[in-house]
């Protein structure tokens, strides 16, 4: 097999600690940023997501909060810039602050550039400022409505002003907050517009995000889903949307909305092949790497981590890894097709 650790673009080599190579894949894409899910847990059950009745993994299956934090430096050394926490709900999981603190030495040494989250919001008034004191400057919170009996609706259990509370605290904390909302077709599409209103009045960016076929569910996703290209054709008679040069590296293209000033994202990996400038790889809580969202092979670096104490084999593991990140995914959304992708996004980490 190729050893791609040897390979070091001058381009992002320049301004990178003199260490170990970074980790380059087979289509020259730098993998710079980690997504890690601590949990497949959660405190709700959004109905695009889970299933009512979800068949949780044993806890005993999971990566331990240390061995989470020895993953983490190992990819950290080999240049990972920027982690997302991510779940499941990640702020459900015990001892949580704890992986936070350990992680947050990486920000005070500048090896990380960002540690960061995504979370449904539900335990922000608890956590907002010992996760702002320890560096973590921006969140995203997932939210899809602002009416509580939707919302309660789509989450089949949620207190929406819980969430509203949790925002504010970040937000009081002095993180920057974006909204992520998944648009769907009969229970948000309408309320779209008075939602970017609502986060951009209030200095949040927002992003809309397309259904992804991930994971049995008991609706048919066909029916929940709503082309992001339609939402914003609806969009454009309300707004007038200017397309911003940013790239995150990720699925997302954003706009400008000229009348509130704020930032709109666009995540449309079923209209819009996003994965040519893909720099990120995605850990599970139970240590597999999924080179892609969307395709099934992964690395057991579990196995790997509880056969050795040596984190060079590790981190070889890791770099073995990478050279088997696929070009792209291949997702597709049609009626009475089992999902895509078996796993729940809740597993990978969304
Ligand atoms: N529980 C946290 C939250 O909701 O933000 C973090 C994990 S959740 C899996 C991450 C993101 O994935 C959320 O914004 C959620 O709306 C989105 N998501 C979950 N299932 C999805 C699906 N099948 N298609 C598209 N987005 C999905
Ligand atoms: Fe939980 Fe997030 Fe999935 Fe909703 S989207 S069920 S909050 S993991």
């Not at 599409?189 to 609502?198: F, G, L, R, S």
């Not at 000033?261 to 597999?288: A, D, M, W, Y």
Request: charged letters at 25%; a neutral charge.
């Amino acid at each position: 097999m190729r050893d791609d650790s040897s390979l070091t673009p001058q381009s992002f080599a320049a301004g990178m600690p003199s260490g170990p190579a970074p980790l380059i894949d087979p289509f020259q894409r730098a993998i710079s940023y980690l997504r890690i899910s601590v949990t497949d847990r959660c405190d709700l059950r959004c109905a695009y997501c889970m299933s009512e009745h979800m068949q949780f993994l044993p806890k005993r299956d999971l990566l331990t909060l240390e061995e989470l934090d020895r993953l983490c430096g190992v990819f950290i050394a080999r240049g990972v810039r920027k982690l997302r926490i991510t779940g499941g709900e990640p702020l459900v999981r015990r001892d949580i602050m704890h992986l936070f603190r350990r992680l947050s030495r990486h920000l005070d040494s500048g090896a990380l550039e960002e540690l960061t989250l995504t979370t449904n919001g539900t335990q922000l008034t608890r956590y907002a400022d010992e996760l702002a004191s320890l560096g973590v400057r921006r969140i995203n919170v997932s939210l899809d409505t602002l009416d509580p009996d939707k919302f309660r609706d789509i989450t089949r259990r949620g207190d929406l002003k819980v969430v509203l509370d949790g925002i504010a605290a970040a937000r009081a904390a002095g993180m920057k907050v974006k909204i992520n909302a998944v648009a769907l077709r009969d229970l948000n599409a309408d309320e779209i517009p008075d939602m970017i209103a609502w986060a951009h009045g209030l200095g949040m960016d927002m992003t809309l995000i397309e259904v992804m076929p991930l994971g049995e569910i008991e609706a048919d996703r066909t029916d929940q889903f709503l082309p992001l290209s339609v939402a914003r054709q609806r969009l454009e008679s309300r707004y007038t949307l200017t397309p911003l040069p940013d790239r995150t590296g990720g699925p997302a293209r954003y706009v400008r909305v000229e009348e509130t000033g704020g930032k709109l994202g666009f995540i449309t990996p079923l209209t819009h092949n996003f994965c040519e400038s893909c720099n990120r790889v995605r850990l599970t809580c139970t240590g597999q790497l999924y080179m892609c969202l969307g395709q099934e092979d992964s690395a057991d670096l579990r196995g790997v981590m509880r056969a050795s104490p040596d984190d060079a084999v590790l981190a070889a593991a890791v770099v073995e890894a990478i050279t088997r990140k696929p070009k792209g995914h291949d997702f597709v959304i049609e009626r009475q097709r089992p999902a895509a992708v078996p796993r729940h996004m809740s597993v990978t980490g969304g």
